[in-house]
């Protein structure tokens, strides 16, 4: 449930309390695509840096190791020892574009896998059936994420398509939470609004699933190449008509700039590679800007990532040091970066609320948006 504490413009400040949890919002879900954040944190870790959601990937689970697996371990909590909120993407994305041949029929996706090429078959219920076996906090619904730019014909044909499966992800998982022997019977449902870059779809589009009574709703299909200005521009066009009694989640978004931007036009929910995949090439996020430790002139330098950061890293290693484990390619290296970045982008998240919640965000936004995804 989402309870709406403050707004400032756009901009929202609020709880969302699951069955693992209550949430603090604007928040940033941690992406462990596999069950593991890549770089090396575990659970324990993921506290240290103020995580407040894990994010897992359906697809991935279910070719390896296998969702049942899972399933017979206890779920993804006992599975991976985190205790706190876990949302798992429906696996949509990965389908189209991973898979190299699919085909795209009213029942779901055939396609073969990217691990071992075996044939995969995937439609809404089986979605839900693999979330329920993971186990999670909160499930995505089945969709289609078309490539941007596309026809638009072909972008409206497949928002149709999506709303459909939506409806029988709804069903299924309704299902699926009354068995007896369901890992999590509270298991929540997200759907996903898409429509590529055109208004009228996607207005249209979010108006069909607002009537569905969801846990949550989010924007998909945008952040997969589109100019920064379309996606601003779908996010102030598709805002009005989301219900504001509900949690809103951008998909897959993005740099410290993008995320205040969102946040301004009421966005509640992110979720990004960017902090650990940029850190484990040396690429570090501060509150002066962006910096590369592969760059020379961090040879000698006795200071940390960032003097204005708490996080462990920051308190106890120079960036000389870490310059020197990646380029020694020594995993310390990789698992100090992504330390950063991830308590960066979570203190970050924590900075916002507490701007909304002061009154400040305004003057916040002001002052970051464009700074912190400038490279220094």
């Keep these: 449930m989402y ?40 659970a ?147 759907g996903i609004n898409q429509g590529c870059t055109y208004e009228d779809l996607r207005i249209k589009h979010m108006e069909e699933i607002a009537k569905r009574d969801l846990d949550g709703y989010a924007i998909g299909g945008l952040a997969v190449g589109e100019p920064t200005e379309d996606m601003y521009r779908i996010i102030s066009a598709v805002e009005p008509y989301m219900p504001k009694d509900k949690i809103r989640y951008l998909m897959g978004v993005g740099t410290p700039g993008n995320i205040i931007e969102a946040v301004a036009r009421g966005v509640d929910l992110f979720d990004c590679v960017m902090p650990s995949r940029n850190a484990r090439h040396g690429q570090l996020f501060t509150w002066d800007g962006v910096i590369n430790l592969n760059n020379a002139k961090y040879e000698k330098d006795e200071n940390p990532i960032d003097s204005h950061c708490d996080c462990p890293t920051c308190q106890k290693h120079s960036r000389a040091y870490i310059r020197h484990l990646l380029k020694a390619d020594e995993i310390l290296g990789l698992r100090l970066c992504v330390t950063h970045n991830l308590y960066f982008y979570n203190n970050l998240m924590k900075e916002i609320r507490d701007a909304i919640d002061e009154n400040r965000f305004t003057e916040f936004r002001e002052k970051y948006a464009v700074l912190l995804d400038t490279r220094i």
């Design 44 to 190: 324990d870790d993921l506290k240290t840096v103020g995580a407040q959601v894990m994010l897992c990937n359906t697809y991935h689970l279910h070719v390896r190791p296998g969702d049942e697996l899972i399933r017979d371990l206890g779920g993804l909590h006992k599975f991976t020892g985190w205790d706190g909120p876990i949302l798992t993407d429906s696996g949509g994305f990965q389908v189209f574009s991973l898979a190299k041949l699919r085909k795209i029929k009213e029942e779901g996706v055939s396609f073969n896998s990217h691990i071992d090429g075996r044939h995969i078959f995937m439609g809404p219920e089986d979605s839900m059936r693999i979330q329920s076996n993971l186990g999670s906090t909160i499930a995505m619904a089945f969709d289609e994420c078309v490539e941007n730019p596309a026809e638009y014909s072909y972008a409206k044909e497949s928002c149709e398509r999506t709303t459909r499966w939506l409806l029988r992800c709804k069903e299924e998982l309704e299902r699926l939470n009354a068995l007896p022997d369901t890992i999590n019977k509270q298991q929540m449902l997200f």
């Design 3 to 42: 309870k709406l504490l403050k707004t400032e413009g756009n901009a929202r400040r609020g709880e969302f309390t699951t069955p693992h949890g209550v949430i603090q919002t604007p928040a940033f879900q941690n992406v462990a695509t596999c069950g593991a954040i890549k770089g090396g944190l575990d």
